[in-house]
């Protein structure tokens, strides 16, 4: 059997989950100087990482509220952290909108000035005719699978050792200090974990599935913005391999570990988009190309777990339900912070693991 320990016998911190936020962890403690070995179950960022829509969702009116202040950093960290992940694996993360469109059809968006007939006009004169107004947010969006795939080039790149295949199995403490690990391909002798399994991390995270679909966009629809209503999104990809096109989500299914697709939940996704942008009513003009489903990592109340746990040396980061492309940055600085035994410099009383004990 190959032992992790002859590759890296006490490395200061593992995390066990490869996807967005483990890895942007690990890079963030690799940068601050220690050494770190990831574990990842199956193959690194293949589920919910790279199966997001990916807007930068600041100002998402149905964001809980708790989270403004993490959001608010996560987005004045993300151009430094784009740029390390391109110095260290010289990969362009491009950025595809600017702006989203949001719908005033839900009560609980109050936030928002609707804009005028000329506004929206001059923004997008293909939405729906008719009453429904609209307000306009600054929200960036990028392509999740471009993020996954440059993040991933920069981990090989960093001195963070990444074990592929590998299952976390149980956890010990150690009489002589730190951790015993053991996985699936042998034991390991870390200083400190961090949990970072998403949907997997087990209680009271739990797998919510969201089923979504990518489409090609007709020429009547020269979408340059995300546009955005209850309980549906459309955000375009401007640039790159899927440009022209635009990604429909998401369902909301508490379904357990199911990532199957079916016809039904695509058909009322795109007749709930069609409600917004009536051109993506018509399969014909707007074709199917893929469709896809992600297990989100939710909480009984939608709110990321991040801190220590009872035991000692151990940290989680995971919850972050529809906002883990948003909050890596963030989660990365604040739980380096805390595994550092620093003060992290915004409050993470809201996201303690201990709440739900």
């Given amino acids: 059997m190959h032992m992790l320990h002859s590759v890296l016998p006490k490395p200061d911190v593992l995390i066990a989950g490869a996807g967005i936020i483990g890895l942007s962890l690990a890079l963030e403690l690799d940068a601050r100087g220690a050494?770190?070995?990831v574990l990842e179950r199956?193959?690194?960022?293949?589920?919910?990482?790279?199966?997001?829509?990916?807007m930068l969702a600041q100002n998402d009116p149905h964001n809980r509220p708790e989270l403004g202040s993490?959001?608010?950093?996560?987005?004045?960290l993300y151009p430094d952290f784009l740029a390390r992940i391109k110095k260290l694996g010289d990969a362009e993360v491009p950025l595809h909108t600017t702006h989203a469109l949001q719908a005033l059809d839900d009560k609980r968006v109050t936030s928002l000035d609707p804009l005028s007939a000329e506004e929206l006009r001059g923004h997008a004169p293909f939405l729906a005719p008719g009453d429904l107004q609209f307000g306009r947010l600054l929200e960036h969006s990028l392509d999740p699978r471009e993020l996954?795939?440059?993040?991933?080039?920069?981990?090989?790149?960093?001195g963070v050792v990444l074990h592929e295949g590998t299952t976390f199995e149980s956890v010990a403490e150690r009489e002589a200090g730190g951790l015993c690990v053991k996985t699936s391909r042998g034991d390991i002798s870390p200083g400190k974990m961090i949990h970072t399994q998403?949907?997997?991390?087990?209680?009271?995270?739990?797998?919510?599935?969201?089923?979504?679909l990518l489409v090609k966009l007709p020429p009547s629809l020269p979408l340059r913005e995300v546009v955005r209503?209850?309980?549906?999104?459309?955000?375009?990809?401007?640039?790159?391999?899927?440009?022209?096109?635009?990604?429909?989500?998401a369902s909301v299914e508490h379904a357990g570990f199911d990532e199957q697709t079916n016809a039904a939940t695509e058909a009322s996704l795109r007749a709930r988009a069609a409600l917004l942008l009536p051109a993506l009513g018509d399969a014909a003009t707007a074709p199917t190309i893929s469709t896809w489903a992600g297990l989100r990592p939710g909480t009984p109340d939608d709110l990321p777990l991040l801190g220590s746990l009872a035991a000692e040396h151990q940290?989680?980061?995971?919850?972050?339900?529809?906002?883990?492309?948003?909050?890596?940055?963030?989660?990365a600085r604040v739980m380096a912070d805390v595994v550092e035994g620093k003060s992290p410099e915004l409050s993470l009383q809201a996201f303690a693991p201990a709440r739900f004990s």
């Fill in 42 to 54: 199956d193959t690194a960022l293949a589920h919910a990482s790279s199966r997001a829509a990916g």
């Fill in 229 to 249: 209503g209850a309980g549906i999104y459309i955000v375009p990809r401007t640039s790159g391999e899927r440009a022209g096109c635009a990604v429909i989500g």
């Fill in 315 to 331: 940290f989680i980061a995971a919850g972050h339900y529809r906002n883990g492309i948003l909050l890596a940055p963030a989660t």
């Fill in 35 to 37: 050494k770190v070995v």
């Fill in 70 to 76: 993490l959001s608010a950093l996560s987005i004045q």
């Fill in 148 to 158: 996954c795939a440059a993040l991933l080039l920069a981990v090989r790149a960093s």
């Fill in 198 to 212: 998403g949907p997997w991390a087990g209680a009271p995270v739990r797998p919510v599935k969201g089923q979504m």
